[in-house]
């Protein structure tokens, strides 16, 4: 290994100890193969799965083995195209078995940071599905809650803006506005620090950067 993939691999033990104070379990996965090994194991045949608009999920293969499987019920959010689809879906992700998401931001103590636009993204993490799995690159690894939000707002929501193809300052500019314009998506800053339900919430790093 090299010394960068040591330092995240230690970085990474500690991170899960302290996960394991907060009701939450933790996994470190050096590479993608290795994630999607750890992880469909543990997914029973036949579950419903859900998922929120994560870039992480999509790269690290996971989406891609859930659907070669074939096995599972995949409730997919942007086949809705009406208001009341829509409303279905976000029905069915509340009482799903399995949500998959990323997490903007991860501190070395294990709080988990996320900033999002509609709220079903963190509205699924807070409650509703039996198991939420977290797939976070060690890229998004931060001190503390307050450098979480700040690199959610530099490194994370720019990119995102130009991927939703939103007409807002940080997709336009590169750099955070702060705004309250109409296609916002900074509307909800959600602090996870901790699980009301011990094991729900499983949080799996890897030591890759994913995502933004």
């Known amino acids: 290994m090299t010394p960068k993939q040591n ?3 230690i970085t990474a033990k500690a991170i899960i100890q302290n996960l394991e104070k907060r009701n939450m379990e933790g996994f470190y996965c050096p590479d993608k193969e290795t994630l999607v090994q750890t992880i469909m194991p543990m997914l029973s045949k036949g579950a419903s799965i859900a998922y929120g608009g994560s870039e992480s999920f999509k790269e690290s ?7 070669q499987d074939g096995s599972f019920h995949i409730i997919d959010r942007l086949k809705a195209t009406t208001d009341e689809e829509r409303r279905k879906v976000f029905g069915e992700t509340a009482m799903c078995d399995y949500f998959f998401m990323s997490t903007n931001a991860i501190t070395l103590d294990g709080e988990l940071v996320n900033i999002d636009g509609n709220g079903n993204r963190v509205a699924a993490l807070i409650h509703g599905p039996a198991h939420v799995f977290i797939i976070a690159g060690m890229n998004k690894v931060t001190a503390d809650v307050k450098e979480g939000v700040k690199r959610t707002r530099v490194q994370a929501c720019p990119p995102n803006g130009v ?11 590169g750099r955070c506005g702060d705004c309250l314009v109409n296609d916002c998506f900074c509307n909800q800053i959600v602090i996870t620090r901790r699980s009301g339900h011990k094991g729900r919430i499983k949080v799996f790093l890897v030591g890759e950067e994913l995502g933004f």
């Open 7 to 9: 330092a995240y691999a």
């Open 61 to 67: 293969g996971m989406l891609s083995a859930i659907e």
């Open 163 to 173: 991927r939703l193809n939103k007409n807002i300052p940080c997709a336009l500019t």
